[in-house]
């Protein structure tokens, strides 16, 4: 029979990013979102490389009408800021794993 500490595990996270630092109920909206992207192209679409002035353009789109004061997207019926976010992921994903396509 083994015998139970109370010492805690030791756990090596230094460098590590603190994922606990992020709201992921905030996140909702966004996938939201990939839903609803998934329904309309196909699931992982936003995944594929693509002109990066396309996804700059669609960020800004949905910048744009969100500071004017349109909450919701009117072809999607969700938050121009999931939209946004969802836009900034696409391209981060871009720069990480098909940087050679970056044409800013």
């Known amino acids: 029979m083994s015998q139970q500490s109370n010492e805690r595990s030791?756990?090596?996270?230094?460098?590590?990013p603190d994922y606990s630092l992020v709201p992921m109920e905030l996140l909702e909206?966004?996938?939201?979102?990939?839903?609803?992207?998934?329904?309309k192209y196909e699931r992982d679409n936003w995944r594929r490389p693509?002109?990066?002035?396309?996804?700059?353009?669609c960020?800004?789109?949905h910048l744009a009408a969100w500071q004017a004061g349109e909450d919701l997207d009117p072809e999607s019926g969700r938050n121009h800021l999931g939209h946004a976010l969802c836009n900034i992921l696409q391209m981060?994903?871009?720069?990480?794993?098909y940087p050679e396509e970056l044409n800013r």
Request: hydrophobic share 35%; glycine share 6%.
């Open 10 to 16: 030791l756990r090596y996270n230094e460098g590590k």
């Open 59 to 61: 960020l800004m789109r």
């Open 29 to 39: 909206e966004a996938a939201r979102v990939l839903e609803y992207g998934a329904s």
């Open 92 to 97: 981060l994903h871009q720069l990480k794993y």
């Open 50 to 57: 693509t002109d990066w002035r396309v996804s700059y353009a």
